[in-house]
């Protein structure tokens, strides 16, 4: 019976979120398709208008899905069902992650396939796209963590803009690093210590935060 | 002796600026019990208590049966929760949170449901965003409602409802008690729907529970005499008055605890009693927040 | 069944007490009759959209007065005693017998006024009647 509630609440962010996801996916499209079609000049236009929606769905989600959810007073009706607030956290937790995950394994996918396939840009850009890519990631672990956490729009904001300003730092540290330039104009994509370790750090970095959240939400004593 | 359905002893709930003291409230089941007390006065924390939603300080709360706030969500199966500040999603629609609610429990009556939609004036196709304050309120309710749920908590459930809402409110309310073993927990600013529909109530204020007890008991203890007072004559302090209002020659005494010898001890020292009138539980409302404040000031 | 039993706002008098009367008014002219059932109190509670125990405590005085019965996993019913409802019904006179004297004293209007007075609204009454 507990299954099937947190099921239910996943199922219900899913149906909730359904208009956001269709945009993003669209958006996505679109910015891969000036990338398949174009020339070297569009080629800048058409990453840039890729990360965008990754972006955005990193960022956009939790605030939407979770941080609407308390500020309009959605939360009572949730909790007035048979769960506790640590299956509501858990269901945030799920619902989120798929509900971000499904689209950005999409996106990402079909970038990477389009890189090896079509040849447009050289293949070994695929390691520094994929650091690239986990970036939102980290940033919407944050920033689900904040909402979650934090309870206020406030901190949710907060987390928004730090992970805005530092996306483009982090970005610029990278391209310091020998290991990742030197390869990316190459043929191939090459897998050195450096890629692993910033790709591994963004993982475990990621998963801790989740954990992290997990494990504050579930020592509050007032939830409502 | 009946189960209780809540029973809460010795609660304390401690806030920067406001605390819950010592909070006992039993309600046996198959009642209804209305919770009245001014704005501020710890009526929705001890609601979230009893729900499982805010965590005591200190005390024990037995919900069916249930310890809170561990066993909330076995608790939670047979609860029906509405409270003022609720709210539901708005770009659905309430044939959505019909159905939302009904995959969960199994106990909803989609027949009922229906009987509801009719009786309430609301359509399912509906989105939440297009309802008035008043449906709304009667939305969530319906979601509450149609589950047939054992224990009924209700937070401010007429309030900002007009004439006719409110009267198709009370109707379903007590239309719960035709069946036994069914509670029902409401606070409310309209003491008149608490006076109607109401077996027990209890009236909290300041974080402290001043009277929990059979309504028809409560309104026969208050009593305002009205009293002729001639030039010279003293007004003796007498058990069971709460407060004494004098004007010249006319006197009003409120008493908390009325028994006939009141009338005659005023007669005797002097006064005339010109006539003693019950109180409706507003100005019960009233007198018992005004004197009981008195008092802890004193 | 029980649409015409109505619970006054503007009535000062507890629930209870307008309950009664109108119990004892109905049992008075005749629609309910000696020995009859009558609804039990859960049931007239939710018809009256009043708690339970303002009903329970109007059928305890009514019982305590001898007008109804109530019997545990039977419901309660009408007295069956003859000649209950003219009881009742004299009852009631005298109730606005004594409130029209009481008022009459008040307002300074000695007994024998207070005869005539009578006098008159009976024939204002029955001129009403023959219109």
Redo the contacts between chains.
Sequence with gaps: M?E??VG?LVW?DW??QRPQIVIVLAWGAAALTIVRWGHQNTLVVGGVLFFIPLILLAHILPLAGVGNERK???L??L??????SI?YTSSKLISSLLIFLVPWLTLVSAAVVLVETRGVVPRGVIPSMLILAMMPVLGFCLILCAVLVGETEGWGIAANVFCSSTYGLAWFFMTQLPGLMGPAQGPVPVWNSTALTILGSEVSAAVLLLGLTYFLQSRK???? | MSDLAIDLSGVRKKYKFFALDNIDLKIPEGQIMGLIGPNGAGKSTTIRIILGLVHQDAGEVRVLGHRMPAEQVAAKWEIGFASEDMRLYESMTLGWHMGFIQRIYPNWDAAYAQLLLKRFGLRAEQKIKGLSHGQRVKATLLLVLARKPKLLVLDEPTTGLDPVARHEILRELTAVMAEEGRSILFSSHNTHDVEQISDQITFIDRGRIIDSMDKELYLDRWRRLRLEVPHGVELPALPGIVGVQQDGRLAIATANAYFPGLANAYETSGARVQRIESMTLEEIFVANVQYSREEVEA | MNGAFVISQSDKRPMYLQIMEQIKQRIAVGDWTEGQSIPSIRQLAVDLEVSVITVKRAYLELEREGIIVTQQGKGSHVASKPGLGARLQEQELEQHLEQATRLAALMGIRPEELENRLREAGDRITEKETI
Excluded: G
């Design positions: 507990r099937s509630v239910q219900k149906r909730l309009n007073q959605n009572a009706f909790m007035s069902l048979p769960i506790s299956q004593r007032d939830f409502v």
